[in-house]
């Protein structure tokens, strides 16, 4: 199933065959590391600013059509170092699954109210509060369609 009008495909390596000769959308995940000249960003992170290699991405990185990126920090880590325009726009397009899924249903009444997808690296970390309430954290490394369960409560 497509929800952007185009094959979706899974990339783990820079090196696959034709991977930068045209432009692609990146989209779910701590994907920077993948761009390739005139790529679109909508909701991609970096994962660790302090071994993101800079020197071969900053040519790159002046080409990019950044739509949204994940959080605040990947917005701030890219306009410090590489001096680019990133729009004030986040999250995770993954997040919007359970609107395009058919199946899932998002409860009437919530029953969480402050939600944190881990990401695997963070994923034995303890209980967050922010101010008196709870956040309910969620390990990215759940099957797919349970995660999405939770973002529905």
């Known amino acids: 199933m497509s929800i952007v009008g185009a094959n979706i ?3 783990t390596t820079r090196a696959q065959s034709a991977y930068c000769k045209t432009p692609k959308l990146l989209a779910i995940g701590s994907i920077f590391q993948f761009s390739c000249k005139n790529d679109v960003i909508w909701g991609a992170g970096v994962l660790d600013s302090a071994t993101f290699p800079t ?3 900053s040519k790159i990185m002046q080409t990019l059509d950044i739509r949204a990126v994940r959080g605040p ?7 410090s170092t590489f001096n680019i325009s990133v729009p004030e726009v986040y999250g995770d397009p993954a997040l919007l699954l359970p609107y395009y899924l058919t ?5 009437l009444v919530p029953t969480i109210s402050k939600l944190l997808i881990l990401h695997f690296r963070d ?3 303890g209980p967050t509060i922010a101010g008196n309430t709870p956040i309910v954290t969620i390990n990215a490394c759940l099957p797919w369609n349970q995660i999405i369960n939770l973002i529905l409560q």
Do not use: D, N
Request: hydrophobic fraction near 35%; avoid cysteine.
């Open 9 to 11: 495909s899974l990339i």
């Open 55 to 57: 020197e071969s991405y």
């Open 103 to 107: 199946g899932y249903k998002k409860a």
């Open 73 to 79: 920090r990947t917005r701030q880590f890219l306009m």
């Open 123 to 125: 994923a034995t970390r």
